[in-house]
């Protein structure tokens, strides 16, 4: 093999590599669901009723706060699954 096929070979190689590792990211994103009731104060993902923006939880636990967590891990910990129809960023 000369310099050329193997320089692109090798940036096909890498470009291949970034997809596979993107395609791992993007498939974790799927598996989670919005969890109620687990948020510990300031850690909650996004808004509620009584605030709007995410890290506003003023208690541990509050039912009505929510952080997205795979939903095994949500049902482990005690948590409620949410309709899911915020998708995380």
Sequence with gaps: MNFKNVTIAAAIGSLLAVGAANADQDAGKDDKV??????????????TASHSCAGSAKKDNDPAEWKYLPRAECEKT???????DKKPM
């Design 34 to 47: 919005m969890c109620y009731g687990v948020a510990k104060a300031g850690k909650n993902d996004c808004a």
């Design 78 to 84: 005690g948590g409620k699954v949410g309709s899911g």
